[in-house]
């Protein structure tokens, strides 16, 4: 049986800087640089870019110790421009040397995120794990607890194959393979716990490839922690592909009150906008009816009758608009997230699609009059009239006005504190 949206099940809840997760919090929106962490400055941008954007945490890779070096910088900045997103360090192979070697590092983080499938095998493993766990509790950090499908502990699969021979079990390899990621998950908890770290300071993640398997393991996962999950189709893909694989799978979860930290780990093409994961997040939660992160907009897909291209432009440049706008917006302004908007490109549903939103405007269709009536909360405002550059400066005249007309304005948060 579904557990019923809005519902997030998790007994503990883990602060992340300024972020609660799980305990019944709303699900965090988070996403990862791909700086060169080394170039601080250039990490650092994109960290605030990404918080912008929405992202309420943000990850960067601290692989090698001129990265260990530029955390302290790069989180410098970060606050210098206002910026107070929590700050992850990713760490593979090498972290319990990186936090101990460069304590600065270890104290700027504000979680430390730990796979443990590659942090060392045999005892090493174990001691290792353990050394990055003693050096979260010196300075008051929590944990993600990360295993990869791709990197899962390679010992505990041959062992759990080897007993699916041995007791002729008839298990498949994807069975073994979900069997050992919640074990990893879940014997690493153990272990972080011996370690010190209390409850409240672990979450948990097993991150597969391929949407029916991500459900299977995370619904198994659910079942025995009570662990905040963050939840992630790892390697997703580029684009449509990406986006659809982790709707597909974490819309499901989520809808069950699965997960409550998430990223939509899209790969983007070369020079492309490392923010698309964080959009495609909030969109995902706001579909869900989650969470609110900002305006939506309704378009109609455009048909015969839709046979100019002047709707489908105005569509993406309010898109386009109010992205820009947000960071703006959501500083100033109280509920702004939650305005709805429309852009109809013909009589058909254009006047009723417009009037169900808070600002709407319907576009002539093929053999239409040339006019663009623009209804306020389900009132005829006005219409417009002109070239698409002109209808377009006109329409954002309108949404900035209503903006601050309809929404109160924001009451400044104290020093240190999130909005």
Not at 93 to 106: Q, S
Not at 170 to 188: F, N, P
Not at 344 to 373: D, Y
């Amino acid at each position: 049986m579904l557990v019923p949206a809005l519902i997030r099940k998790r007994t503990h809840a883990v602060r992340v800087g300024h972020v609660l997760v799980g305990g019944g919090a709303p699900v965090v929106v988070q996403s990862m640089t791909n700086t060169d962490t080394v170039d601080a400055a250039g990490t650092a941008k994109q960290c605030i870019e990404l918080a912008q954007a929405g992202s309420e945490l943000v990850r960067i890779t601290v692989n090698i110790p001129e990265a260990a070096e530029a955390v302290p910088e790069i989180k410098r900045r970060m606050l210098d421009a206002g910026c107070i997103a929590p700050l992850i360090g990713d760490f593979h192979y090498n972290g319990h040397v990186l936090l101990t070697k460069y304590p600065e590092c270890a104290r700027a983080l504000d979680k430390y995120r730990i796979n443990p499938g590659n942090v060392g095998a045999g005892v090493r493993r174990d001691e290792q794990f353990s050394t990055i766990c003693k050096i979260a509790v010196d300075n008051g950090k929590p944990v993600r607890i990360g295993v990869n499908g791709g990197s899962l502990n390679q010992e505990l699969v041959m062992r759990k194959m080897q007993e699916n021979t041995d007791g002729d079990l008839g298990k498949t390899s994807d069975d073994i393979i979900a069997e050992c990621m919640v074990l990893s998950a879940l014997e690493s908890t153990e272990l972080a716990l011996e370690s010190g770290l209390l409850h409240d300071q672990i979450i948990i993640s097993c991150k597969l490839s391929r949407p029916q398997h991500l459900i299977r393991v995370y619904r198994d996962l659910a079942r025995k922690t009570e662990q905040p999950l963050h939840l992630g189709l790892t390697e997703a893909g580029m684009g449509m592909k990406g986006a659809i694989w982790s709707a597909t799978a974490m819309g499901v979860l989520l809808n069950e009150g699965i997960g409550d930290t998430i990223r939509i780990s899209l790969t983007p093409p070369p020079g492309g906008d490392r923010r698309e994961e964080v959009y495609a997040a909030c969109e995902l939660l706001q579909a869900l009816g989650l969470r609110s992160f900002s305006p939506s907009v309704t378009a109609c897909p455009g048909c015969g009758r839709t046979t100019s291209t002047t709707f489908q432009e105005l569509a993406e440049h309010v898109q386009t608009y109010i992205r820009d706008k947000m960071p703006e917006w959501k500083e100033k302004y109280e509920g702004v997230e939650t305005m709805t908007m429309a852009v109809m490109g013909c009589i058909v549903n254009g006047p009723g699609e417009s009037k169900a939103a808070n600002i709407g405007i319907s576009l002539p269709g093929t053999g239409e009059a040339p006019r663009c009536p623009v209804y306020i909360d389900g009132e005829k405002a006005v219409t417009l009239e002109g070239n698409y550059a002109e209808l377009a400066a006109s329409f954002e005249a309108l949404l900035d006005n209503y903006v601050a007309r309809k929404y109160p304005p924001k009451t400044p948060a104290p020093a240190g504190v999130a909005n």
